[in-house]
C-alpha cells in the first residue's frame, strides 16, 4: 500500500519550501529584476549618473549591425555546437554499449573531458591548431591549406564550435549510454527476431526509447551553449577576427565590462534571458510532442 504524507498545519509545507524559494529569490529574480530595470535605464563608465530612457536600449540593439551579426554568430554556433556534441556522444555511446573487451576502460576515457574546465579546454585546442605550433595546423600547412583561424573568420568559428562541442560531449555521453543500458535486451531481441537489421532497431527501437534523454539533452546543449561557452570563445579567439566568433553572450562582456556601456549591455542580457526563455518553452511545447515517455 502507499503511504501518504500529511502534514499536521499548513505551516510546515511552506518552512520546507523556504530555503529553495529563498536561493531562487536571491539568485535568479533579484539580478533578473535588477538587469531588466538596469536596461532601461543610461549610465556613465563611472557609475556617477543614470537617467532613465525606457527602451532606448533595446531600439539601438535591433538597429546596431555589430549586436544583429552577433546574434547570426550565436545561431549557427549554438546550433552546430548542440548537433555536433548530440551526434558525437549518441555515437560513442552506441559503440560503447557493444559488448567488447575494454568498454569499461573506454567509457571511463570518454567521461574524462567533461572535467576540464572551459578555459582550459580552449588552451588545448589552441596548442592543436595553431598555425605555427599546432599539430593539426601545421598538419594543414603540409598539406597545402591555408590554415591561420587568427586572419579567417570561417576557421575561427569552426575551432571554436569544435572546441565547445568537445567539451560537451562527455557530459551527454553519461546520459545517452544510461539510457541505452536501460532499454530492455527483449525490445532488441523481439526486433531481431522479426528480421530487423541494426540500423533499422536503432531507428524504429532504439531512438524512440531513448526521445526522452535526446529532448533533455537537447535543451541542456543549447543552454549550454548560449551561456556557458563564454571561457572557450575568450581563450581561443576574443570574438575576432573581426567579430566573427562574437556572440551574445560574449557581447554582453565586451560592452560591459571592456567599453563600460551598461545600459546596453544589460539590455542585452535581458533579450538573452528572453531568447532562451522563448526557446525553451518552444521545445517543451513543440519537440516534446514528439517524445515518447
Request: hydrophobic share 55%; glycine share 6%.
Amino acid at each position: 500500500m502507499r503511504k501518504k504524507v500529511i502534514f499536521r498545519g499548513a505551516v510546515l509545507p511552506y518552512l520546507l519550501l523556504l530555503p529553495q524559494m529563498a536561493v531562487t529569490l536571491v539568485f535568479f529574480f533579484w539580478p533578473a529584476g535588477m538587469t531588466v530595470w538596469q536596461s532601461m535605464q543610461r549610465e556613465d563608465a563611472f557609475g556617477l549618473r543614470t537617467e532613465f530612457v525606457a527602451f532606448e536600449n533595446f531600439l539601438d540593439l535591433f538597429t546596431d549591425a555589430i549586436y544583429l551579426n552577433a546574434a547570426w554568430n550565436t545561431v549557427v554556433f549554438s546550433t552546430s555546437v548542440a548537433a555536433l556534441a548530440l551526434g558525437s556522444a549518441l555515437f560513442l555511446a552506441v559503440q560503447a554499449d557493444k559488448q567488447i573487451r575494454g568498454s569499461g576502460l573506454y567509457k571511463t576515457l570518454l567521461v574524462w573531458p567533461y572535467a576540464v574546465a572551459p578555459a582550459l579546454a580552449a588552451v588545448l585546442w589552441l596548442f592543436i591548431f595553431h598555425p605555427s605550433i599546432g599539430l593539426v595546423g601545421r598538419g594543414f600547412s603540409a598539406i597545402g591549406i591555408d590554415w591561420d583561424y587568427r586572419v579567417n573568420g570561417g576557421q575561427a568559428m569552426a575551432m571554436v564550435i569544435v572546441a565547445a562541442a568537445w567539451k560537451q560531449v562527455s557530459y551527454n555521453f553519461i546520459f545517452f549510454l544510461a539510457g541505452l543500458q536501460s532499454i530492455p535486451t527483449s525490445v532488441l531481441e523481439a526486433a531481431a527476431i522479426d528480421g530487423a537489421r541494426p540500423m533499422r532497431r536503432f531507428w524504429t527501437v532504439v531512438f524512440p526509447l531513448l526521445s526522452p534523454t535526446a529532448f533533455f539533452l537537447l535543451v541542456v546543449n543549447l543552454v549550454y551553449a548560449f551561456f556557458d561557452t563564454f571561457g572557450v570563445i575568450h581563450a581561443l579567439t576574443r570574438g575576432g577576427p573581426g567579430n566573427a566568433t562574437e556572440t551574445l553572450i560574449y557581447k554582453v562582456y565586451v560592452d560591459g565590462v571592456q567599453n563600460l556601456n551598461f545600459g546596453s549591455s544589460a539590455a542585452q542580457s535581458a533579450v538573452l534571458m528572453a531568447i532562451v526563455i522563448a526557446l525553451t518553452a518552444i521545445q517543451f511545447r513543440f519537440i516534446e510532442r514528439r517524445v515518447h515517455y
